[in-house]
């Protein structure tokens, strides 16, 4: 087993008492980077549905942990300069009252009117920007110290080489959920998720996953065993799991697993509706062929045959 790389860790918020977080401590300590929460003003959308925050204001008084805040709707429903002042106020007070230390953002004229108005704050460019090529890295660098890659390019291993050169801020990977790599419902499924009106949303590619298991391993999610292969590609790694980690015991067991490089299986990180639902070993060496193909998917047969066989095995 290779040596853990001692990376820092960027983690969910989840609602619990402070004794929890206490725990997180004991197992992170300064690895913990910071716990991230979405932005508390209703008017402004998460790009989720409303999570639960009985112990939030608790937590966010007690500086326990340095936290940063999400503002990351993909589809705002007015012009973003509709939004500045509501997010330059509300990350005012939060500067004033917690310990912030950074906000992520899916807007880039959001993210600029931050910049101007809060010039030490660290900002990250959400994944769902879907920051994917040097073009479009060399638009946003003034603006974001930190980039969160989309899940095409997490197993594209040219890509994230091309955005570790090209990029000098920080590179987030966000290890334990992924959607599908260009996934044809992303758009709707995301308007869907920030709509208050809808309580509960459904997942949109379930359908296709239905008939296409197998592209549940094309996804960008990264185990714990397989973070040796991103050696120097990255410097932070971001738990995702607002909803599937609330379970403080599930949290805390996969956050030790990426903390040690400890192996897991897919079904065991915490991951969203696309990612793998099954007990199912991932071998390195067929990890590592898919960071490297050519992504030819409807010629190529070795992610279908690999869930095929795994599949076979838990019938």
């Known amino acids: ?133 040097e073009q479009q890295i060399s638009v946003v660098m003034k603006t974001f110290d930190i980039v969160v890659p989309p899940a095409r390019v997490m ?47 459904g997942s949109l590619c379930n359908e296709l996953l239905g008939l296409q298991p197998w592209l549940r391993l094309t996804g960008g999610w990264v185990l714990p065993q397989h973070l040796f292969l991103f050696r120097g590609l990255y410097d932070e790694i971001k738990l995702s799991g607002r909803i599937t980690l609330q379970r403080p015991a599930d949290f805390l067991r996969v956050l030790e697993g990426y903390l040690k490089e400890q192996e897991l299986m897919p079904d065991e990180i915490g991951g969203g509706p696309a990612s793998v639902n099954i007990p199912m070993p991932i071998e390195t060496a067929f990890y590592k062929y898919t960071m490297f193909c050519k992504k030819n998917c409807s010629t190529c047969r070795v992610c279908y045959d690999y869930w095929t066989f795994y599949a076979r095995e838990n019938d």
């Open 1 to 133: 087993m290779t040596k853990p790389s001692g990376k820092y860790l960027v983690l969910p918020y989840i609602d619990q008492k402070l004794d929890f977080w206490e725990k997180v401590i004991d197992l992170g300590g300064e690895r913990i980077r910071e716990v991230y929460f979405p932005i508390t003003d209703g008017r402004i959308s998460t790009g989720r549905p409303k999570q639960p925050g009985k112990h939030l204001k608790r937590f966010l008084e007690s500086g326990i942990l340095p936290v940063s805040v999400l503002i990351n709707p993909i589809v705002l429903a007015r012009p973003a300069e509709c939004y500045t002042n509501l997010v330059i106020n509300t990350l005012e007070y939060y500067s004033q009252n917690y310990r912030l230390t950074g906000a992520t953002l899916t807007n880039l004229t959001l993210g600029q009117r931050v910049r101007e108005a809060f010039p030490n704050l660290k900002l990250a460019a959400s994944t769902l920007m879907d920051i994917s090529s």
């Open 155 to 201: 197993r594209d291993i040219r890509s994230l080489r091309s955005m570790r050169r090209i990029f000098p801020g920080t590179i987030r990977l966000m290890v334990n959920e992924a959607c599908l790599p260009s996934c044809l419902f992303r758009t709707q499924h995301f308007y869907e998720m920030s709509n208050p009106k809808i309580k509960y949303p």
